[in-house]
């Protein structure tokens, strides 16, 4: 059958119809027509940051995180230099699980990565400015990016290059070389899978488990959600992290192992989070816990929604030990224009707290070198390294509210394995 230039003309307007009502369904897509690509990201303490621009601004920080199903923008501020548009408000729990955060929703928001951008993305805007992510991951941070990134295209991560593939969705049908196969559910935007957890004290588990990419946790186990779930007899009690409202409490010992998708991980570091009154939430998910990027960065993982299958192989650190922070401090950047970290908190009966070192004090130099020279993620690195390693610490430690009433002082302990 011969083609008129009329049949030819309505064909080119037809699939030009359908690829820009591909274009305004919300998700995420690359801006070429290839079979995938590679973007780098920053890492820091095995979290995933990368720029954004949003609505033509210009780029910044955000946290790829799977544990959220909406993108959050942490600054009113910033939404509105960029004239978002406000439809309603809502609230959101803290991760303290008392605190309540007020949030305005900006519906059909344009979210440019680069190669990939994101078309009509709903973002919540904090109505409060919350910059405190940057104190505890010491890289500046105004978001997260959830679902929408991941729910049609399959998402290469290796953490061993910091790179990100993205692939187009009709590809990765097949499991590529290497990678085992884990069966994944999508349930309310989160996914979710099942390992078999031993516990030291209690017996096995089998625990529904939350990918969380955007928490830097190993394991984490809810005990309000099973009777099987048991604390270990060695444990400590500890600030377990930083989140949207608030800090997060709990107690931190050990597993035996976890098994998933043909991997098994030994001696796990593991949170258990204290029981809230928003804990129902957890309990209507029907999960136990979740994994994070402790454990996740010792993979190369990919996130395939579409089919509802995670994909993994071993990474380089994959057999390395999980330890836990042996120095008792908790430290935090301060934002400022200059590099200053504090002590944000220490443990107590640690060896930071027994060699005299106190909360708030400013930590000028370690083992002799300023801070100017360190990043927050490798002076944590230090305080996880070696069980009886010798560490030099400067203080700057202020007596009053006059910023020039203050004392240095030398200090130094060993780190001592607590778990």
Do not use: C
Not at 96 to 109: C, R
Not at 268 to 276: D, H, L, N, R, V
Not at 408 to 417: A, M, N, P, V
């Amino acid at each position: 059958m011969k083609l008129s230039k009329h049949h030819i003309l309505g064909f080119f307007i037809n699939l030009f119809t359908i690829l820009s009502l591909q274009a305004q369904v919300p998700g995420f897509y690359m801006k070429d027509t290839v079979k995938k690509i590679e973007i780098p990201f920053l890492e820091s303490n095995n979290l995933i940051i990368l720029p954004v621009s949003i609505n033509g601004g210009p780029p910044v920080n955000f946290l790829l995180d799977t544990g959220v199903k909406t993108n959050i923008l942490f600054s009113k501020t910033i939404g509105d230099q960029l004239n978002m548009k406000y439809t309603r408000k809502l609230d959101l729990v803290g991760a303290d699980g008392s605190t309540i955060l007020t949030a305005n929703v900006s519906p059909t928001n344009h979210i440019d990565l680069g190669l990939i951008e994101g078309f009509a993305q709903t973002i919540l805007v904090l109505d409060n400015d919350f910059f405190e992510l940057e104190m505890v991951i010491g890289v500046p941070v105004f978001g997260v990016i959830g679902h929408e990134f991941f729910k049609y295209n399959p998402v290469k991560i290796d953490y061993d290059k910091s790179i990100i593939t993205f692939y187009a969705t009709e590809r990765m049908k097949w499991r590529p070389f290497g990678y085992k196969k884990v069966s994944m559910k999508i349930e309310n935007g989160k996914p979710y899978v099942t390992g078999k957890v031993q516990q030291i004290s209690g017996e096995e588990l089998e625990a529904k488990l939350l990918i969380d990419l955007g928490a830097n946790h190993g394991l984490l186990l809810n005990m309000e959600t099973s009777e099987k779930i048991q604390l270990p007899q060695k444990y400590i009690e500890s600030e377990l992290g930083r989140s949207l409202g608030g800090d997060l409490f709990g107690f931190v010992g050990r597993v035996k192992s976890l098994k998933f998708g043909g991997l098994n991980f030994s001696n796990i570091i593991t949170s258990f989070p204290e029981e809230t009154e928003f804990s129902y939430v957890i309990l209507e998910s029907g999960r136990n816990g979740s994994l994070g990027s402790e454990l996740l960065g010792r993979t190369k993982l990919i996130l395939d929604y579409q089919r509802e299958r995670l994909l993994l192989r071993k990474g380089n650190s994959y057999s390395s030990p999980f330890e836990f922070d042996m120095s008792g401090i908790s430290p935090k950047m301060l934002p400022t224009e200059d590099k200053r970290f504090i002590v944000g908190s220490i443990r107590k009966n640690s060896p930071a707290e027994l060699a005299g070192i106190l909360r708030d004090d400013e930590i000028l130099e370690i083992n002799q070198i300023p801070v100017a020279f360190w990043e927050l993620s490798d002076v944590i690195k230090l305080f996880r390294s070696e069980e009886e390693r010798k560490v030099n610490m400067k203080l700057k430690r202020y007596k009053s509210d006059n910023p020039d009433d203050f004392e240095i002082l030398d200090t130094e302990f060993f780190l001592k394995r607590q778990i």
